[in-house]
């Protein structure tokens, strides 16, 4: 049900917590999306009419205490949203307690975390023959509960592997069935992704397994291979790109991701699964990493990661209030496009490796022509309000994670200082 724009505006001009949502709301989309003390009630959410890209709040109405956080993941999180789970976190929506405090299997929190499936599938378009499940231990355990799930000790699985995530997703699924490198970057530094004529496929693999974008390297698949038999599935690590684009999620037999670089905070893992690949666990599967346990028990069989999972719905009601993942998709590439136009632009005064076709829109890697002056730059950044903009320790150089939540102004402040400190040091 929507709110009259009048009522809930003077709801929140009263509440001091709320300021942000007076320098960012200009629709009564956002107003829907975020009800103020009305629990349980089914929220109107409408898809914003703006056709024209708009920011997050602008630089000035950005918080002055906070920074620019250009980190991989824990990563930065909607302003809007985090002020929202501020001014509930003591007492949520007239319930006496903080979700934090809130018993997993009552009504509260089951309305929480149905709303937060709801959204997600909503979000993605997400078929109803598939399960959503929010899990625990990281993509990480992904990488063992896949093969587990999915294979026999003897099934042959192929392995695109265009980064280091993909790689240890290789390296722990030998040890549950037989899988197979079919392309590996490594040799290009994982600048690449292959041409998929090319790929010579197991006939019987059980599945292909890609990592949709690989946030070390910056390397993002821009679409997906086919397993080259019916009965073979597609399967893709989405971590650093879930929710950051429309995806077809009726092409993969599994999509998992771990929430905290778009979608939340750690401690929460997303599986979405075809439901008829749940239920053939190789039998010394642990209780925890069975897909049919969770999927029997609605991610209830013990007690989930409940603060995450609320935090994760705000950030879904957050990313419909904005239009959805098609508006969502263009403001990213706009932030992306002026980043590398920059690095492009700069005469080789910075560089970034990956095959320019196949360029993340989440992780922009980049180096120094002169790579002494790297640790100044991080340090001068630091100094201007933008953090973590070292590069991942195994490849050196900067590299700037602009996910859904980093603002467009995020992005110009730090090509502004790019071009500044390319001026002084060129
Ligand atoms: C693409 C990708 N896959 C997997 C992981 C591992 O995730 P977790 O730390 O949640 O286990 C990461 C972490 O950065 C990642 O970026």
Known sequence: MAMSGASSHSLLLKNPNLNLF???ITTTTHLNAFPLNRPNKPISVTC??????RDRPSAASQSQDRVFNFAAGPATLPEIVLKKAESEVYNWRGSGMSVMEMSHRGKEF????QKAESDLRTLLQIPSDYAVLFLQGGATTQFAAIPLNLCTPDDP???IVTGSWGDKAFKEATKYCKPSVIWSGKSDKYTKIPSFDDLQQN???KYLHICANETIHGVEFKNY????????????????????KPVDVSKFGLIYA???KNVGPSGVTIVIIRKDLIGNAQEITPVMLDYKIHAENNSLYNTPPCYGIYMCGLVFEDLLAQGGLVEVEKKNMKKAQILYDTIDQSNGFYRCPVEKSVRSLMNVPFTLEKSELEAEFIKEAAKEKMVQLKGHRSVGGMRASIYNAMPLAGVEKLVAFM???QARHG
């Open 157 to 159: 699985v192929d392995f």
């Open 22 to 24: 007076n320098n960012y």
């Open 48 to 53: 914003s009419t703006a056709s024209q890209i």
């Open 258 to 260: 771990g929430a905290q």
């Open 225 to 244: 291979p086919i397993p080259n038999n019916k009965e073979s599935l597609l399967i893709a690590d989405m971590s650093s790109n879930f929710c950051s």
């Open 419 to 421: 071009k500044e400190f």
């Open 203 to 205: 006939p019987h693999a």
């Open 110 to 113: 089951l309305s929480i975390i």
